[in-house]
């Protein structure tokens, strides 16, 4: 009753609870934060679901419709979906129909990609339906205070965030399901943006890369504004430094992209628009890439319903390198302006290809293809068909006492995991963080993804916790304590989900018993998880 009269206050526009202590407080609206808050209720604890922006389910319904599963050649990954994240995919089955093929699939353990695929508004209203179903209160719009008192403490344990809407929340245990790792820095918690040098924890890829093959160019591209001249300067989307030394660490983080949901279909279709501010020589690159022979991606279909989810994985695309670096650490305002260059860019991009009149001369059937696209009315039906936001692949990542390194993902004699909550099954995907010049060329470095010395592991309730000296009251299901290359390996949507129902678990557990999350008993933890679903090893 205590959680649906609450439920009730948050649908009144203006009228929030009166600082009630709940049990549990998300801070994010991601696929983490929703299961983490669903988890929460379902075990019969109060909680609020704080969103900052307007729109619940991350990146899942502003664009990536693909959420890599079952979607390479060398490996099936849809085992390790359990739990909460497995019944999401059932809804998402359902709403389209496929119900009995989804469970044959299971039951078969067939490869089958297409099935697990979605539209971003289908992803969305499903997570509107399942959360109303529980009765948790949302609240939208409800970024933390850009202040050092946003977080109050009591020793080791926050007492209350400040919103900057005014408000103020209180709780007993806080969940961090932000990307960003927003809550965590508000409280005071260690963590780090970036790539560590291989030294830090005895690594062997991540830091700057010697060579990067991996979505490297497939054409040579002059860098330079007069073609042959250093001193020229070089052209947009290429940044003037060195290399550098390979396996030191830098402030790089891999590129950010718009996850595009694009149609052919001429009755949902908006053609793609000109920026307002359109700066023609900004695509440079795309040219010269075309001169030299290379062919630049195209949409194709690849979720329901004839649409796509366009990503940025190629030599030559819409991935900006080297263009976020201000954006983790950034305040709210300059992360805004990152977001805003990145739209401008990618629209102008979009616009270039279907209407450039060189690109026509140069790759007619290319243009062909692109003027056949274009955005879809029936999707981000508030932004103009344009996804609200970008694909923030890497941003903050705590640094606990325990870090998930290379060495977990590595083939061989990887270091036994004996608390394991989810289980991540991805290699360490690390798309390039830089272009540069390197020997009279451009060239993407940074990328990091296929070999064979990965394997699957399991993910340490350890890297989802804090220090205890710095806070034993707030968990994180979305910046696990882990390096820059092990990071690459964990962050797909059905390993977040995962990660939000341990953290919504493990914060009922430490409310019940009244011991801090480092307390939590793992023996109570491992039984929760196991009996709602939750895989803690490929095997169970």
Same mark, same amino acid.
């Given at each position: 009753?205590?959680?649906?009269?609450?439920?009730?206050?948050?649908?009144?526009?203006?009228?929030?609870?009166?600082?009630?202590?709940?049990?549990?407080?998300?801070?994010?609206?991601?696929?983490?934060?929703?299961?983490?808050?669903?988890? !929460?209720?379902?075990?019969? *604890?109060?909680?609020?679901?704080?969103?900052?922006?307007?729109?619940?389910?991350?990146?899942?319904?502003?664009?990536?419709?693909?959420?890599?599963?079952?979607?390479?050649?060398?490996?099936?990954?849809?085992?390790?979906?359990?739990?909460?994240?497995?019944?999401?995919?059932?809804?998402?089955?359902?709403?389209?129909?496929?119900?009995?093929?989804?469970? *044959?699939?299971?039951?078969?353990?067939?490869?089958?990609?297409?099935?697990?695929?979605?539209?971003?508004?289908?992803?969305?209203?499903?997570?509107?339906?399942?959360?109303?179903?529980?009765?948790?209160?949302?609240?939208?719009?409800?970024?933390?205070?850009?202040?050092?008192?946003?977080?109050?403490?009591?020793?080791?344990?926050?007492? *209350?965030?400040?919103?900057?809407?005014?408000?103020?929340?209180?709780?007993?245990?806080?969940?961090?399901?932000?990307?960003?790792?927003?809550?965590?820095?508000?409280?005071?918690?260690? =963590?780090?943006?970036?790539?560590?040098?291989?030294?830090?924890?005895?690594?062997?890829?991540?830091?700057?890369?010697?060579?990067?093959?991996?979505?490297?160019?497939? !054409?040579?591209? &002059? #860098?330079?504004?007069?073609?042959?001249?250093?001193?020229?300067?070089?052209?947009?989307?290429?940044?003037?430094?060195?290399?550098?030394?390979?396996?030191?660490?830098?402030?790089?983080?891999?590129?950010?992209?718009?996850?595009?949901?694009?149609?052919?279909?001429?009755?949902?279709?908006?053609?793609?628009?000109?920026?307002?501010?359109?700066?023609?020589?900004?695509?440079?690159?795309?040219?010269?890439? $075309?001169?030299?022979?290379?062919?630049?991606?195209?949409?194709?279909?690849?979720?329901?319903?004839?649409?796509?989810?366009?990503?940025?994985?190629?030599?030559?695309?819409?991935?900006?390198?080297?263009?976020?670096?201000?954006?983790?650490?950034?305040?709210?305002?300059?992360?805004?302006?990152?977001?805003?260059?990145?739209?401008?860019?990618?629209?102008?991009?979009?616009?270039?290809?279907?209407? &450039?009149?060189?690109?026509?001369?140069?790759?007619?059937?290319?243009?062909?293809?692109?003027?056949?696209?274009?955005?879809?009315?029936?999707?981000? =039906?508030?932004?103009?068909?344009?996804?609200?936001?970008?694909?923030?692949?890497?941003?903050?990542?705590?640094?606990?006492?325990?870090?998930?390194?290379?060495?977990?993902?590595?083939?061989?004699? #990887?270091?036994?995991?004996?608390?394991?909550?989810?289980?991540?099954?991805?290699?360490?995907?690390?798309?390039?963080?830089?272009?540069?010049?390197?020997?009279?060329?451009?060239?993407?470095?940074?990328?990091?993804?296929?070999?064979? =010395?990965?394997?699957?592991?399991?993910?340490?309730?350890?890297?989802?916790?804090?220090?205890?000296?710095?806070?034993?009251? $707030?968990?994180?299901?979305?910046?696990?304590?882990?390096?820059?290359?092990?990071?690459?390996?964990?962050?797909?949507?059905?390993?977040?989900?995962?990660?939000?129902?341990?953290?919504?678990?493990?914060?009922?557990?430490?409310?019940?018993?009244?011991?801090?999350?480092?307390?939590?008993? *793992?023996?109570?933890?491992?039984?929760?998880?196991?009996? &709602?679903?939750?895989?803690?090893?490929?095997?169970?």
């Amino acid at each position: 009753m205590k959680n649906f009269l609450i439920s009730l206050l948050f649908l009144i526009p203006g009228v929030l609870p009166a600082q009630p202590v709940y049990d549990v407080v998300v801070y994010g609206g991601t696929p983490a934060g929703v299961m983490a808050a669903i988890q !929460v209720a379902r075990m019969g *604890q109060t909680v609020a679901l704080l969103e900052p922006g307007r729109h619940l389910g991350g990146i899942m319904v502003e664009g990536l419709g693909g959420t890599d599963i079952d979607n390479h050649q060398e490996f099936q990954n849809s085992p390790a979906v359990g739990g909460l994240a497995l019944e999401f995919y059932r809804r998402i089955a359902k709403a389209y129909g496929r119900s009995d093929e989804f469970e *044959q699939v299971l039951r078969s353990k067939a490869k089958k990609p297409d099935i697990w695929r979605f539209e971003p508004h289908v992803a969305e209203q499903i997570l509107l339906d399942w959360v109303a179903e529980h009765k948790i209160g949302i609240a939208y719009e409800s970024r933390l205070l850009e202040m050092k008192d946003a977080v109050l403490k009591k020793g080791t344990a926050i007492q *209350q965030i400040k919103l900057e809407n005014g408000q103020t929340y209180r709780a007993k245990v806080f969940i961090d399901a932000t990307i960003e790792g927003d809550l965590l820095n508000a409280a005071g918690i260690s =963590t780090v943006i970036g790539r560590e040098s291989n030294a830090t924890y005895g690594e062997a890829k991540n830091g700057i890369q010697a060579v990067t093959d991996h979505a490297q160019f497939l !054409v040579k591209v &002059d #860098p330079y504004r007069v073609m042959g001249d250093p001193t020229s300067g070089v052209i947009p989307t290429i940044q003037n430094e060195p290399l550098g030394t390979p396996g030191d660490g830098d402030q790089h983080l891999q590129a950010y992209c718009f996850r595009m949901c694009l149609t052919k279909n001429p009755t949902n279709r908006i053609p793609f628009p000109k920026p307002e501010v359109y700066q023609r020589e900004q695509y440079e690159i795309y040219l010269r890439y $075309l001169k030299a022979g290379g062919k630049l991606y195209r949409p194709r279909v690849d979720i329901p319903n004839g649409k796509t989810d366009l990503g940025a994985w190629h030599d030559l695309s819409h991935n900006l390198y080297g263009m976020n670096m201000a954006y983790p650490g950034g305040n709210y305002a300059t992360r805004q302006t990152v977001l805003a260059q990145h739209r401008q860019f990618t629209q102008g991009l979009f616009y270039f290809l279907a209407n &450039d009149e060189e690109v026509g001369r140069l790759a007619p059937d290319l243009q062909k293809e692109w003027t056949l696209w274009g955005l879809s009315k029936d999707e981000f =039906t508030d932004n103009g068909g344009w996804p609200r936001l970008f694909y923030v692949r890497d941003a903050r990542r705590m640094v606990s006492d325990y870090v998930i390194t290379e060495h977990h993902v590595r083939k061989g004699n #990887p270091p036994p995991v004996p608390d394991p909550v989810a289980v991540a099954y991805w290699p360490p995907d690390i798309h390039s963080v830089r272009r540069i010049v390197k020997d009279g060329y451009a060239y993407n470095e940074g990328s990091v993804f296929r070999d064979n =010395t990965w394997q699957p592991f399991g993910i340490s309730y350890r890297a989802l916790i804090p220090k205890a000296s710095e806070c034993t009251n $707030l968990l994180t299901a979305s910046c696990p304590s882990s390096s820059h290359i092990a990071y690459g390996a964990i962050r797909i949507e059905f390993t977040f989900m995962a990660l939000g129902q341990a953290c919504g678990t493990a914060a009922v557990l430490a409310n019940q018993k009244r011991v801090t999350v480092q307390a939590v008993n *793992q023996k109570e933890l491992k039984d929760k998880l196991l009996a &709602d679903g939750q895989l803690l090893s490929l095997n169970n």
